[in-house]
Nanobody
Framework: QVQLVESGGGLVQAGGSLRLSCEAS????????MGWFRQAPGKEREFVAT???????YYATSVKGRFTISRDNAKNTVYLQMNSLKTEDTAVYYC???????????????WGLGTQVTVSS
């Protein structure tokens, strides 16, 4: 059974950094795209970043230059390094894995349960 488990969320002051991790189990995902989405209270889930099997990243405009996505295929793990955090980055962050791997939720087959990131002013 496929399972995605996120970790690394927490409370941080604006301008600070956090590193999220997502470990996938149940199958090998080296040929899949691995991505991050987030959902703030009262808002729809939105794309943050994705990284394809060969390592090419793609970012939402709102995080480009501040966030870095990376992956370790040997560990079936994807990371999201978040720097220069802003209060508007506060959300539940979800890991997702899919063959499509674009910016649409429908392009991802597997999802984690999420980890809370709170950025205080």
């Amino acid at each position: 059974q496929v399972q995605l488990v996120e970790s690394g969320g927490g409370l941080v002051q604006a301008g600070g950094s956090l590193r999220l991790s997502c470990e996938a189990s149940g199958r090998t995902f080296s040929l899949y795209a691995m991505g991050w989405f987030r959902q703030a209270p009262g808002k729809e889930r939105e794309f943050v970043a994705t990284i394809w099997s060969l390592g090419s990243p793609y970012y939402a405009t709102s995080v480009k230059g501040r966030f870095t996505i990376s992956r370790d295929n040997a560990k079936n793990t994807v990371y999201l390094q978040m720097n220069s955090l802003k209060t508007e980055d506060t959300a539940v962050y979800y890991c997702a894995v899919g063959i499509g791997g674009g910016y649409l939720l429908s392009e991802y087959e597997y999802w984690g349960l999420g980890t809370q990131v709170t950025v205080s002013s």
